[in-house]
């Protein structure tokens, strides 16, 4: 399946399918600016909460979950597990490609050193070192990257819930998935973090007693979320 790369308006980098795709899979405002304001809370709860945090990123798409989990690391100094799930192998080996140099994949280099050049600029930490701790994090088995995702199979104190829309993922926005899902993938403390704030997603959330709290959506969006779950709630719950 073609890759078509468009540019948002702060000037990264987006992604679809098709030509005539509506699903987009960032904010045409902005998918860096989406990223940071969307997961840069949850991870930065997970690097606050706990020293080796464990960070899933569902889909990893064009990455920047994955280079802002780095950029956290580098600022918190701390060590971290990174899963990255992608059904897509074109985007998986093209985004390989890049981190180790190697061979370009279907994406161009120019899209991961754009992303790369925004994450650096944000948290003025070198690109070579984002790039550095991708490359080496990749190489000793502590940043994965996975193919499609199905149910969890380890447990995350940061979920960066990014799937496409219900439209196109239905199954992934259902109570009854989500419930489940919650509760096999979250450890204490954890911290959850998505574009789409639903009655499903809220009820799956508060049945697994992270605290629910709306934030604004990005840009014109009206409403995303992120919830919590700290250690003394988990000692409630059993
Ligand atoms: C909204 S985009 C994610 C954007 C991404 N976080 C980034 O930084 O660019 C959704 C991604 O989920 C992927 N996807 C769709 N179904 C999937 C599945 N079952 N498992 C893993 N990834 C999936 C899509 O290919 C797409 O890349």
Known sequence: MAIFIETTEDGSPT???NEFEQERMHHSGGAFGETVYIYGPAIQYAFSKTENPCVLSLGTGLG???MLSCAFGLLFEQEFTLHSYEASDALNSSLKS???????GEISFSVYNKILNLTANVFDIPEVEIKYLLRKKLQDGSW???GAFDLPKFRYHAILYDF???KAMEKFWTEEYLTEFFNIASMDPCAVATYACTGPLKRALKANYFEFIERKGYLWKRTSTFARRSESSYHRKV
């Open 98 to 104: 890049w981190v180790f140099d190697e061979e370009p």
């Open 164 to 166: 496409f829309s219900r």
């Open 15 to 17: 992604a679809h399918f």
């Open 144 to 146: 994965i990257l996975h």
């Open 64 to 66: 920047y979950n994955e």
